[in-house]
């Protein structure tokens, strides 16, 4: 029985797979999922103004991976006076230097000054940043390249779809789990605290929790998504352990004197986890729309920050800057959109119901 | 009833932390038509405001408790005998601007200014020039109506509880007072309420002769008893005064000698003295009976009445009041025609509506569409959103200098801020020209220091505006042993064993444009290798965290007062609103003596020397002056700019008409 349990499994998967492929849109989305993560992970050497790598008095550097976190960032160019500005000091310092630059001189987080790129003029600010050959989206009224925030924004909208939802997606099973697996009085308080955490208005919250914290930072909103959107997770878990548990391969593993941990985890389990992705999908999706809601309301990551919703907040004192509002709202509607997608499309491929009801 | 008062008390500092938040994230400067800043007038009512009492039902408290000493004001002739009185200006506000404008030379016509795109200094001047006029005889037309707006409704309607800037919008013109200023801040007595106004060699006493033709909406005679009634009201504790018991407080008594004559007695004889006697009027026949039943002047039946209908002073009574919608007010006949003669000038509209709008954005649509007449423009208003047909087919704008600054202030009480090398190092490495062109819109000015550089009390040889020098901000911040030990790229320095990084929190409320201007800061400092983390916080907390002084650096701004000794709680050791904790005997000396000189050349030089220490220590790196933006309906006539807006100095709003059609 366990030996070929295993193997009907990753059948399941394989078929769910051939069917999710044959959907058009859903294999586009993933695409553009793709393509955002891979944005998100090289944004650094797509846009910035530190060198991706570059050889300084003898040294091989890669000052980019300051965008990731300052401390990676190698010091020597702090000591040596560069001041943020990499092209000229150095060429300046090291006549023997050389460097690759990212893409698109642009800074998701400054302006650009002028003569920093040599030849190049700093760029517009105020009202005037249109979109042009050197800033593909405009500038702010600062002016801050809209394409360099919004490539260095990829990372916080995956981020934060990713990261919520592994919270919530891990409270949510093993609370759905107990539940349903063991019943009774356990399945009475898991039930009653997802009822409650249902109530918890979770933007109000957020509100209030960033309001009280010291040094609010991105990771708070994250964990704050997670920990209150789980229930719907956890329900549908709970119906699934409830319903697997009376199938016979259950009662089989429990024949052979399996624990009930093994057999939450070994055999209902991956045989539950098809209904459960769904939802987990969908939060993702509506995750992000929260964090670009919370930063359109200023209650984002502390500036400067480049995610898509404070490009968003940017435009709402000047609505004839319409670069602020069509390019983020576009990359938020495409992202919402491509993770609603794939989670259809893997409703459809999973639920053999649904399947029968297209034919 | 009595029960109530505890409560009330209790609840002032409450009003009085919102109304200070005000003037920290500056609403439209409030001005107080009567006097000295209503941002600093505040913090000098808090102190005895926190002082809450058990909350109790027994009789008043003995006198001494009452706020003030008892004092037997000696008979007037042998006042008169000693006090060598010297007479004070009693003037007409509007009769001075006449006079005023007689001499000045007109720059355009007003078909002219009114076709003109404010798009440049040379425009603005001539705007100013043609539209700032006063009528000539029958030009205005005495039926009109002006539609203004608030962006909040009224507390009360009682003109003693004033406090925030709608009251001072509406009370102003209901409210009976003595005193006024100038367009350059000068002070005198109205003539249209004063005959006479001496004050004593010794500067002790003023005594005024109040005119014998005044009277309330309700027909009473206006005497100086009511104003030596309303000191007692002011002065007693138990009345939750917000704003006006600064200044006040600075009285010794204040006596009625007959119906007319009036005599202040002072406890130092301060230059700020012609502020303090400044202070709005009740109605003693009504309120006498009344006031020591309820103190908190709005519980019982009698003062909700009140509080619906007051009875007026002032040029205008209210006759309207829909709560959070509008509040209408109409010249009252008794004011300029007494006794069938007509005694004053009557007020050139005879009914003014105020409209209440609290978002910015809502009231601009409701000026292009014509429902108000005039309103204040933000500086992205001001150049992106009055440029077009749908503005300038009905309103004009115009822009003067105001005195309202912004800064970012540093806890001298933290270890980053408190050698002045490196406050100075924070104004150096700090960007001014980008703030000013790119994120102000090139609309303000550069500020150095407390004082406005074109006030009298700013130092004859002019201060530079700080400039962006990072190579000397990086050689203060060396100096002062901020060097990178450490080798992480972030300054430090070992503080009692420990190396701490230089990182420190920047506060700043959620309005755009500042968190832009720290941002910047952040820029410019994360050059230099100094970390900061821009903290936009909601504005109470952001008020409450620097009152505690709970931070390390945050960016804010003040309203200039009246007179610069308003400005001392900002700078004294121990100050109320010495938020960043300076101390500087020499500055607490200036202020004291400052206080006491009464010749203004002299007193100009304690301050200017002020302003010089303060530049020299940089407690703040001091940003800009934020200027008045205006956008006036065409129809509109008469504004005329003081350095506190155009409304609330003498005559301000009573300068405005409408144009026969």
Redesign the interface.
């Known amino acids: 029985m366990n030996a070929s349990s295993p193997i009907r499994s990753s059948g399941f998967w394989a078929e769910a797979w051939r069917r999710f492929r044959r959907k058009p849109l859903a294999m586009a989305a993933l695409a553009f999922v793709s393509l955002l993560m891979l944005v998100a992970g090289l944004a650094p050497a797509i846009a910035g103004t530190k060198p991706v790598i570059c050889r300084y008095k003898g040294r091989l550097y890669a000052p980019c991976l300051g965008y990731f976190d300052?401390?990676l960032?190698p010091?020597i160019f702090?000591?040596d006076?560069f001041?943020?500005?990499y092209p000229r000091n150095l060429v300046e310092k090291d006549p023997g230097s050389w460097a690759v630059w990212p893409l698109v001189f642009q800074d998701p987080?400054?302006?650009v000054r002028d003569d920093e790129w040599p030849g190049r003029p700093a760029n517009p600010?105020?009202?005037e940043g249109r979109p042009s050959r050197i800033n593909l989206f405009g500038t702010d009224?600062?002016?801050v390249d809209v394409f360099a925030k919004m490539v260095h924004g990829t990372t916080i909208a995956l981020l934060v779809g990713f990261v919520s939802m592994g919270i919530a997606g891990s409270i949510g099973i093993v609370v759905g789990a107990l539940g349903g697996y063991l019943g009774g009085w356990v399945d009475m308080l898991t039930s009653r605290v997802t009822e409650i955490v249902m109530c918890i208005p979770t933007l109000v919250l957020i509100l209030s929790i960033m309001?009280l914290l010291e040094?609010p930072t991105i990771w708070h909103t994250m964990a704050i998504i997670g920990a209150t959107g789980w229930t719907g997770i956890a329900r549908l878990t709970r119906g699934e352990f409830l319903r697997l548990r009376q199938s016979e391969f259950v009662t089989a593993a429990r024949a052979t004197g399996a624990g009930p941990v093994r057999i939450m985890l070994r055999h209902i389990l991956p045989n539950a986890l098809a209904p459960i992705l769904v939802p987990i999908t969908f939060g993702i999706a509506s995750a992000i729309l929260t964090e670009s809601s919370l930063s359109f309301l200023?209650f984002g990551p502390?500036?400067?920050s480049a995610s898509w919703g404070s490009i968003l907040?940017?435009a709402?004192?000047?609505l004839?800057m319409w670069w602020l509002v069509v390019f983020p709202g576009v990359a938020i509607f495409l992202t919402v959109l491509a993770y609603n997608l794939i989670g259809e499309g893997l409703q459809e491929a999973t639920d053999p119901r649904l399947r029968e009801a297209r034919k | 009833m009595h029960r109530w008062s505890g409560v009330e008390q209790g609840r002032r500092p409450a009003v009085s932390v919102i109304v200070a938040l005000a003037a920290l994230l500056l609403l439209p400067a409030c001005g107080r038509k009567t006097g000295d800043a209503l941002e600093e007038a505040l913090e000098n009512a808090r102190p005895e405001s926190t002082a809450a009492e058990p909350t109790r039902a027994e009789p008043a408290p003995p006198p001494a408790e009452r706020g003030t000493e008892p004092f037997t004001p000696p008979a007037l002739a042998a006042l008169d005998a000693e006090a060598k009185w010297i007479d004070r200006p009693v003037r007409d506000g509007l009769k001075m601007l006449r006079e005023a404008q007689k001499q000045e030379t007109v720059l355009a016509t007003v078909d002219e200014a009114l076709a003109l795109e404010n798009d440049s200094a040379a425009a603005n001047a001539k705007i100013l020039s043609a539209l700032g006029r006063l009528p000539e005889p029958e030009q205005a037309d005495l039926e009109a109506r002006i539609d203004r707006h608030v962006t909040g409704d009224l507390g009360s309607t009682n003109p003693i509880m004033i406090s925030t800037s709608a009251e001072f919008d509406i009370l102003g013109l209901t409210g009976f007072g003595l005193f006024s200023f100038d367009r350059i801040l000068e002070p005198f007595a109205t003539a249209e309420t004063v005959a006479s106004w001496q004050t004593s060699a010794d500067g002790l006493l003023d005594k005024v002769v109040l005119r014998d033709d005044i009277l309330w909406s309700d027909g009473r005679p206006i005497t100086a008893h009511d104003i030596a009634f309303t000191y007692t009201v002011i002065m007693d504790p138990r009345v939750p005064v917000p704003a006006v018991r600064s200044g006040t407080d600075q009285l010794r008594w204040v006596h009625a000698y007959d119906d007319r004559t009036l005599v202040f007695f002072h406890k130092e004889p301060l230059a700020t003295n012609v502020w303090n006697i400044n202070f709005p009027v009740l109605p003693k026949h009504i309120y006498e009976k009344t006031w020591e039943q309820d103190p908190t002047l709005k519980d019982s039946p009698e003062h909700v009445t009140l509080e619906q209908s007051p009875v007026s002073g002032g040029p205008y009574e209210i006759v309207e009041r829909k709560r959070g919608q509008q509040i209408v007010l109409r010249r009252r006949a008794s004011w300029a025609t007494v006794g069938g003669t007509r005694v004053r000038e009557e007020p050139f509209f005879k009914e003014i509506r105020f409209r209440i709008i609290e978002d910015p954005n809502t009231s601009l649509l409701a000026l292009k569409s014509g429902e108000i007449d005039e309103m204040i423009l933000l500086p992205?208003q001001w150049?992106?959103?009055t440029k077009g047909e749908d503005f300038s087919g009905r309103n004009t704008k115009v822009t003067a200098p105001e005195w309202v600054s912004f800064h970012f202030g540093w806890n001298i009480e933290t270890p980053f801020f408190a050698d002045r090398r490196i406050r100075r190092a924070m104004s150096y490495a700090f960007d001014h020209d980008?703030m000013l062109?790119?994120?102000c819109?090139g609309l303000y000015e550069p500020a150095v220091g407390t004082f406005h550089q074109s006030s009298w009390m700013s130092p004859k040889k002019k201060l530079e505006p700080s400039k962006q020098d990072?190579d000397k901000a990086?050689a203060l911040l060396d100096e002062a042993g901020w060097t990178?030990h450490d080798?992480?790229?972030v300054r430090d320095k070992e503080i009692n064993g420990r190396l701490v990084p230089f990182e420190f929190?920047m506060l700043v409320n959620?309005q755009?444009l500042r968190?832009?201007i720290?941002?910047?800061l952040?820029?410019n400092l994360?050059?230099?290798?100094v970390?900061v983390?821009?903290?936009?916080t909601?504005s109470t907390?952001l008020q409450q965290l620097t009152q505690e002084k709970k931070f390390q650096a945050y960016l804010g701004g003040w309203g200039a007062g009246t007179d610069p000794d308003s400005s001392e709680n900002i700078w004294a050791t121990g100050a109320g609103r010495n938020f960043t904790g300076y101390s500087n005997p020499e500055v607490d000396r200036l202020f004291a003596e400052g206080r006491r000189v009464l010749d203004r050349a002299k007193r100009a030089e304690k301050y200017a020397r002020i302003q010089e220490i303060l530049y020299e220590d940089q407690p703040y790196t001091w940003l800009y002056w934020r200027n008045s933006f205006y956008g006036f309906s065409k129809g509109l006539r008469g504004y005329v700019f003081s350095p506190r807006g155009p409304y609330h100095y003498s005559p301000g709003f009573s300068s405005l008409w409408m144009p026969r059609e």
């Open positions: 300052r401390r960032e010091t702090a000591k006076k001041r943020g500005t987080y400054r302006s600010a105020r009202d009224q600062a002016g309001a040094k200023g502390p500036p400067p907040n940017d709402r004192s000047n004839s | 992205e150049t992106t959103q980008a062109e790119k994120l819109y990072l990086e990178d080798n992480d790229g929190s959620q755009p968190v832009a720290c941002t910047l952040k820029e994360d050059q230099i290798g970390r983390n821009v903290r936009p909601e907390v």
